[in-house]
């Protein structure tokens, strides 16, 4: 089966036809997305200006990120779940559309930066966690993760002018 013809059976699941064809389905999924979209990549933002050494340089980096993750990921789950609403409703669009496939290259991207932050930058947080100006490997991982998610968040929106 090839993946088109698995995006079209999404689109005729009952989630899916709940959501494009109910009154409000899509404009409160919408709306849960971007509030998730809002509580993940803006907690996430402020974790990433410390890691750049621009904000909050009196607290720990990892004070702040045993406080921020928690609802990052709550923030993450939604988005992610409501993400997935959307792109059932709509997948063969979003199949052919280019500012998906940026959208969902950056978030891998994003998930690549996280995982290489935790794998090998982290390792050595003992000797920098309280600096003010952290080693460039983490201030490289602040600043690739907060462009990554900008791109994913302008391609997203390029998605809701050409797709929907």
Known sequence: MSILRVCAWLEETPVALLIRESTWGFAIVVAIH??????SVGTLVWFDLRLLGVSMR??????????????TLAGFAIMFGSGAGLFATYATAAYGSLAFRIKVAAILLAGLNALFFHLVTERGITDWNEGVR?????RLAGLVSIVVWAVAIVAGRVMSYTIF
Do not use: F, Q
């Open 134 to 138: 952290p080693p460039r490997s983490a």
């Open 58 to 71: 009196g607290y720990p980096v990892s004070a702040l990120y045993r406080r921020l993750m928690p609802w």
């Open 34 to 39: 971007i509030l998730g979209l809002t509580l």
